[in-house]
């Protein structure tokens, strides 16, 4: 689905990522780690044309990506997440899930303002599959609230709930259970590995909390300082030793 090669983006006389390059089957759940600075997020934003890198190339679905404008992302099936959250505050828990649809609406300007009967028909059948995402990650319950006030670890799953109306084929979760209980970190884990069945997903996650990654991802690909230190199994990663030099150090 997601191939990405040679990929180097720099931001003045920094370089940030240096010949990345790794592949993402179809349906595959990979882990993307690394200490902080490392690049993960930078490489986020290439995938999801924040950032142009200076060079590399990212295909998905056969499809050169950095072609694309980021306007376009969501027609494409590719949806995010984001580290610190991006929820509209003062707008209910149902229209920030909502927001994720607005690229499946098809009424322009003029007969969204006259509100004609195929508008409202539209309204209705997205308001429906948002309710319906709401139910699955229970949600349903604060579905008029404001976002604002919520417990951070639901407002954690509003904002995938949202990133999933967009219908995605390829979901990006940026740090999705920093700040999460360790209960709510397992409970988020399972909700994660269900969807992906249950949708037919293709996940990258980008986390630093091991015991999630680990126990999540089929792969995992650990940066270092822009470059691309491992990449295999959980288990292969973990005992690689550029990883462990990486996280704690080496002796002086």
Same mark, same amino acid.
């Given at each position: 689905?997601?191939?990405?090669?040679?990929?180097?983006?720099?931001?003045?006389?920094? #370089?940030?990522? #240096?010949?990345?390059?790794?592949?993402?089957?179809? %349906?595959?759940?990979?882990?993307?780690? %690394?200490?902080?600075?490392?690049?993960?997020?930078?490489?986020?934003?290439?995938? #999801?044309?924040?950032?142009?890198?200076?060079?590399?190339?990212?295909?998905?679905?056969?499809?050169?990506?950095?072609?694309?404008?980021? !306007?376009?992302?969501? &027609?494409? @099936?590719?949806?995010?997440?984001?580290?610190?959250? $991006?929820?509209?505050?003062?707008?209910?828990?149902? !229209?920030?899930? *909502?927001? &994720?649809?607005?690229?499946?609406?098809?009424? &322009?300007?003029?007969?969204? %303002?006259? +509100?004609?009967?195929?508008?409202?028909?539209?309204?209705?059948? *997205?308001?429906?599959?948002? !309710?319906?995402?709401?139910?699955?990650?229970?949600?349903?319950? /604060?579905?008029? +609230?404001?976002?604002?006030?919520?417990?951070?670890? #639901?407002?954690?799953?509003?904002?995938?709930?949202?990133? *999933?109306?967009? +219908?995605?084929?390829?979901?990006?979760? !940026?740090?999705? /259970?920093? @700040?999460?209980?360790? @209960?709510?970190?397992?409970?988020?884990?399972?909700?994660?590995?269900?969807?992906?069945?249950?949708?037919? *997903?293709?996940?990258?996650?980008?986390?630093?909390?091991?015991?999630?990654?680990? $126990?999540?991802?089929?792969?995992?690909?650990?940066?270092?300082?822009?470059?691309?230190?491992?990449? $295999?199994?959980?288990?292969?990663?973990?005992? +690689?030793?550029?990883?462990?030099?990486?996280?704690?150090?080496?002796?002086?």
């Amino acid at each position: 689905m997601l191939e990405i090669s040679q990929l180097t983006l720099s931001f003045g006389g920094i #370089t940030a990522l #240096t010949d990345v390059e790794f592949q993402v089957a179809s %349906g595959e759940l990979v882990g993307l780690i %690394g200490p902080n600075g490392a690049g993960k997020t930078s490489l986020f934003n290439c995938l #999801t044309r924040r950032y142009t890198p200076d060079s590399g190339t990212i295909s998905y679905q056969g499809a050169d990506l950095l072609t694309a404008r980021p !306007d376009t992302l969501a &027609g494409l @099936g590719i949806a995010r997440t984001f580290q610190n959250l $991006g929820l509209f505050s003062r707008m209910s828990v149902r !229209d920030n899930v *909502l927001v &994720g649809a607005h690229h499946r609406a098809r009424a &322009g300007f003029g007969t969204a %303002g006259l +509100h004609l009967p195929r508008v409202r028909g539209e309204e209705r059948k *997205l308001r429906a599959e948002a !309710d319906a995402l709401l139910e699955r990650l229970d949600l349903a319950r /604060v579905a008029e +609230h404001p976002a604002a006030g919520l417990p951070f670890g #639901t407002l954690k799953r509003i904002e995938l709930a949202r990133a *999933l109306a967009i +219908h995605p084929a390829l979901l990006l979760l !940026d740090e999705p /259970v920093n @700040g999460l209980s360790h @209960g709510e970190v397992d409970e988020f884990a399972a909700l994660v590995r269900a969807l992906r069945a249950e949708l037919d *997903l293709t996940v990258i996650v980008v986390e630093h909390h091991m015991g999630f990654v680990m $126990g999540l991802c089929d792969r995992v690909v650990c940066l270092n300082f822009g470059r691309v230190i491992a990449a $295999g199994t959980p288990e292969q990663v973990q005992q +690689h030793p550029e990883v462990v030099a990486a996280y704690l150090g080496t002796a002086a």
